[in-house]
């Protein structure tokens, strides 16, 4: 098993900044890929951005192209997204998710570890 805990959400103006951090213990070997999605009120679950272990192969949502960056600590088993000039519309729950295949996928069904979310709120 392999247990995933957020941190790092909170209030932030629009234009601002946020750090998000997941951490990784358990069967880490089996973070082969690992990716944010994120979940608004009323609406599906959504890929974010994903990365592969060796950091060399990454996939972001368009709507966050440009802005937030994926990246990861293998050494402290640790997962980030740095998240710059946030919206409004990037209101959301944010996840954490694992898988043990080596490919990334944008889809839910994919991935066999969660995290429990951390809450990201952008104001206008």
């Known amino acids: 098993q392999v247990q995933l805990i957020e941190s790092g959400g909170g209030l932030v103006q629009a234009g601002g900044s946020l750090r998000l951090s997941c951490a990784a213990s358990?069967?880490?070997?089996?973070?082969?890929?690992m990716a944010w999605f994120r979940q608004a009120p009323g609406k599906e679950r959504d890929l974010v951005a994903a990365?592969?272990?060796?950091?060399?192969?990454?996939s972001y949502a368009d709507s966050v192209k440009g802005r937030f960056t994926i990246s990861r600590d293998n050494a402290k088993n640790t997962l980030y997204l740095q998240m710059d000039s946030l919206k409004p519309e990037d209101t959301a729950v944010y996840y954490c998710?694992?898988?043990?295949?080596?490919?990334?996928?944008?889809?839910?069904?994919?991935?066999?570890?969660w995290g429990q979310g951390t809450q990201v709120t952008v104001s206008s």
């Open positions: 998710a694992a898988r043990q295949v080596s490919w990334l996928s944008r889809f839910t069904r994919d991935y066999s570890y």
């Open positions: 990365i592969l272990r060796s950091g060399g192969s990454t």
């Open positions: 358990g069967r880490t070997f089996s973070t082969s890929a």
